[in-house]
T-cell receptor
Framework: QKEVEQNSGPLSVPEGAIASLNCTYS??????FFWYRQYSGKSPELIMS????GDKEDGRFTAQLNKASQYVSLLIRDSQPSDSATYLC?????????FGTGTRLKVLA | ETGVTQTPRHLVMGMTNKKSLKCEQH?????MYWYKQSAKKPLELMFV???????ENNSVPSRFSPECPNSSHLFLHLHTLQPEDSALYLC?????????????FGPGTRLTVT
């Protein structure tokens, strides 16, 4: 069964630190990966998409993809209390996503 | 209205009721999705539509019935639900149905079945 795995957390980091969120996937056919942020009681919000090996930066966020290791990560620099949320990783298959269960991030003021 | 909208935002229904969830996307996308999100579980894909044609019915019980009258609107008709169907129901849309397209979610409908 194709899966995307994430540590459920919570991952606690102090304000201003770098938060590192990780995701592994089993489907070697997945070519696209997506990170969503979900605040409690809200719907997922797309933060980053990444399609190629390497790093992709957008503001305080950096997504990293290593297809050989089947590993995706999201780095959040200068973490703020407003970044406290659940972060969902998704792998894009033929025509649908496979989502992980999410990692809960807590940024401590 | 912008993005993806869903109504109602909250719904409480008895097991014998019939209700419908509505989703509308204002992004000019061609694909629309229904997901179910329950606590401690990954998002579960229920249905996928591409240009109003259903391309995925992910072993969903027949008490859930989707309808896609055009590429901007998606409905989920509910009848004789069970308490375990209580969850957050999310609609999403994307430019196409390839897994390489970004999906954008609506705010969701919080459903409680009593």
């Amino acid at each position: 069964q194709k899966e995307v795995e994430q540590n459920s957390g919570p991952l606690s980091v102090p304000e201003g630190a770098i938060a590192s969120l990780n995701c592994t996937y089993s489907d070697r056919g997945s070519q696209s990966f997506f990170w969503y942020r979900q605040y409690s009681g809200k719907s997922p919000e797309l933060i980053m998409s990444i399609y190629s090996n390497g790093d992709k930066e957008d503001g305080r966020f950096t997504a990293q993809l290593n297809k050989a290791s089947q590993y995706v990560s999201l780095l959040i620099r200068d973490s703020q209390p407003s970044d406290s949320a659940t972060y969902l990783c998704a792998g894009g298959g033929t025509y649908k996503y496979i989502f992980g269960t999410g990692t809960r991030l807590k940024v401590l003021a | 209205e912008t993005g993806v909208t869903q109504t109602p935002r909250h719904l409480v229904m008895g097991m014998t009721n019939k209700k419908s969830l509505k989703c509308e996307q204002h992004l000019g996308h061609n694909a629309m999705y229904w997901y179910k999100q329950s606590a401690k579980k990954p998002l579960e894909l229920m249905f996928v539509y591409s240009l109003e044609e259903r391309v995925e019915n992910n072993s969903v019980p027949s008490r859930f019935s989707p309808e896609c009258p055009n590429s901007s609107h998606l409905f989920l008709h509910l009848h004789t639900l069970q308490p375990e169907d209580s969850a957050l129901y999310l609609c999403a849309s994307s430019q196409g149905i390839s897994g390489s397209y970004e999906q954008y979610f609506g705010p969701g409908t919080r459903l409680t079945v009593t």
